[in-house]
């Protein structure tokens, strides 16, 4: 667990980044027109991400609390 702690800074920067680029490939204009089906398969990610962000912030949280 003590592992697991010291990487979460790392793991959720990781996916807030990933979560970055996709709301920007989401907003750019283009993207419905040039390639409508990766418009559809990059909300379901975002989707996703959304939840595993939420889930280690938890986890995070969880083991921050735990006596050391």
Not at 5 to 15: G, H, Q
Not at 45 to 53: F, M, N, P, V
Not at 57 to 66: F, G, M, P
Request: hydrophobic content about 35%.
């Amino acid at each position: 667990e003590g592992r697991e702690l010291d990487e979460f800074p790392r793991r959720i920067e990781a996916l807030e980044d990933e979560r970055s680029t996709l709301y920007a490939r989401l907003g750019d204009p283009n993207l419905a027109r040039s390639a409508p089906e990766k418009l559809s398969s990059t909300a379901a990610r975002l989707a996703t991400l959304e939840s595993e962000i939420e889930a280690a912030y938890r986890r995070w949280q969880e083991l921050e609390a735990r006596p050391r």
